[in-house]
């Protein structure tokens, strides 16, 4: 037997370990929510048919693939979504900007939102409960 064979492995466990950890949106194959609680961050986040919480403040994110549910709880992120089922904000002063959506719905305030186009051709619907917030389709 092969005496590098058992140290090979070894880095090969270490190595799928730390990658589950690094990478929770697809970790072992199977698709788990995301909360992104970190502060003044510019990343990259990728959306398996899964969720995702941003509670944050003062992040830069892109979010590809496609969310059943983007929340943004935080404030004053910027955030540019591939497609989302649902789009929830309840944080203040976020730009959210997102290529094809199917509901929007705010309670926070001072947002700006933009989609691109409806899921199934159709325009999202829209639920605003918040004070000042702008949700229009871009062009």
Do not use: Y
Not at 4 to 20: D, I, N, Q
Not at 43 to 71: A, K, P, Y
């Amino acid at each position: 037997m092969n005496v590098r064979f058992p140290g090979l492995l070894l880095g090969a466990l270490v190595a799928s370990a730390a990658f589950s950890l690094w990478h929770p949106a697809t970790a072992g194959g199977q698709t788990k929510n995301v909360l992104f609680g970190d502060d003044d961050q510019t990343t990259t986040i990728q959306c398996r048919s899964n969720e995702v919480t941003v509670s944050g403040d003062d992040n830069r994110l892109t979010i590809t693939g496609q969310c059943t549910r983007l929340t943004v709880e935080g404030d004053d992120n910027r955030i540019t979504v591939a497609a989302a089922v649902e789009i929830t904000v309840s944080g203040d002063d976020n730009t959210i900007s997102v290529e094809t959506v199917t509901r929007i719905s705010t309670t926070g305030d001072d947002n700006t939102i933009t989609w691109r186009k409806g899921a199934g051709g159709k325009s999202p619907q829209i639920s605003e409960q918040g004070d000042d917030n702008k949700i229009r389709q871009s062009n």
